[in-house]
Structure formats: structure tokens, C-alpha cells
T-cell receptor, first 112, second 111 residues
């Protein structure tokens, strides 16, 4: 069965520290891969996406993600977090125009 | 930059009442979706819509739910007889080039 796993439910990092959020997927073929961010009380904003090609993709707000086929992973990273990055982050694989299947999300807390 | 819009932002209704949630997708998009997020839970797919018909629906999308594109711009989700468990945030999305863009959501509270 197709599935996506975000192993970390909640992560706390200090402002200015680096960040890595994990995402693993289990699909028969390599899906398109997306990261969305949801700030408190807000909608879902697209951070970045991977379709093919260069395995390191850049997104908005200084985020990047690396696709690793051998590990079926698409981890999200940021070198230095800002207090405004506190939010819920969702990994979501899908194929073409089919439904997105969201992971359970990782809640990011930033401490001063 | 074009955005998906949703109205109302918050809807309060009595159990058993009908509600219609409205969405205006991005104008040149052809695929439309509804998702919902119960408080504290993950985002769940409800239904996808293409070429004026449902292309896929989840188990959640039972006979109480319906979708419609009544004109060239709106995309609506109707819940015929709301239940307490329908209380959630409902997100509309539209898609182009295999990428879905979400609206800000409608918070539905069923009392």
C-alpha cells in the first residue's frame, strides 16, 4: 500500500540553528514529492516540489529538500531557522493530478 | 500572483443543517479538490473533480457530500445534513502542471 511517513511529530530547535525534517515514502514507483507548510490558523503553502532531475531542490523561505531514491526519502532542510518558521510541515507525495496523500506532519517549535 | 479563495472563512451551523462551502480556483486550472483537516489531525482527501465530474472520492465522501462547478469560476462543496463529526477545516485546491495550490480554508463548526 502507498504510504508516507514523517517520523518526527514535534521538533524544537533554537533560532539560528539548522533544521532537518524527515519524510519517507513507500510507493511502487517514484512519486512527485512536495512539502507544504501550515502556519497556525492558516492554509497550506507550497514550499517546494520534486518531479525529476536534480535531486536537491530549492524552495521558498530558504528551504531545500533532497530526494534520495535509495532511501525513499525526501527530507526538508534549512541552514538557519527563524522564529517565523514555527509551523506544521507536511510531506505529500502524489502522481500527476491525483490526490495528495499527506503525512501526519511535523510541528516545528522555535526557541529564542 | 493568482490565489485560490474560499468563503466563508468560518461557518457555524446546527447539526442537521445543510451547508455550502465555496471556492474560487485559480482561473486557468482544470483540476479541483476538497480536503479536510479535523483539529489536531492530518489533512485528508475528500474528492477530486475534473471535466465537470468527480474523478476520485474517498470513503469520507459519502452521500451527504456533493460537489458542483455551477459556473466557470466557482467550485462548491455541499454537506446536506451536517453531523458533529463534520466539524473541521475544509480546504479547496486547484491544480496545474501537477502542482496543487490551496486556499486558506473554511472552518466549519457544527453545534
Amino acid at each position: 500500500a502507498q504510504s508516507v511517513t514523517q517520523p518526527d511529530i514535534h521538533i524544537t530547535v533554537s533560532e539560528g540553528a539548522s533544521l532537518e525534517l524527515r519524510c519517507n515514502y513507500s510507493y511502487g514507483a517514484t512519486p512527485y514529492l512536495f512539502w507544504y507548510v501550515q502556519s497556525p490558523g492558516q492554509g497550506l503553502q507550497l514550499l517546494l516540489k520534486y518531479f525529476s532531475g536534480d535531486t536537491l531542490v530549492q524552495g521558498i523561505k530558504g528551504f531545500e529538500a533532497e530526494f534520495k531514491r535509495s532511501q525513499s526519502s525526501f527530507n526538508l532542510r534549512k541552514p538557519s531557522v527563524h522564529w517565523s518558521d514555527a509551523a506544521e510541515y507536511f510531506c505529500a507525495p502524489h502522481f500527476g493530478n491525483e490526490k495528495l496523500t499527506f503525512g501526519t506532519g511535523t510541528r516545528l517549535t522555535i526557541i529564542p | 500572483e493568482p490565489e485560490v479563495t474560499q468563503t466563508p472563512s468560518h461557518q457555524v451551523t446546527q447539526m442537521g443543517q445543510e451547508v455550502i462551502l465555496r471556492c474560487v480556483p485559480i482561473s486557468n486550472h482544470l483540476y479541483f479538490y476538497w480536503y479536510r483537516q479535523i483539529l489536531g489531525q492530518k489533512v485528508e482527501f475528500l474528492v477530486s473533480f475534473y471535466n465537470n465530474e468527480i474523478s476520485e472520492k474517498s470513503e469520507i465522501f459519502d452521500d451527504q457530500f456533493s460537489v458542483e462547478r455551477p459556473d466557470g469560476s466557482n467550485f462548491t462543496l455541499k454537506i446536506r445534513s451536517t453531523k458533529l463529526e463534520d466539524s473541521a477545516m475544509y480546504f479547496c485546491a486547484s491544480s496545474a502542471q501537477d502542482t496543487q495550490y490551496f486556499g486558506p480554508g473554511t472552518r466549519l463548526t457544527v453545534l
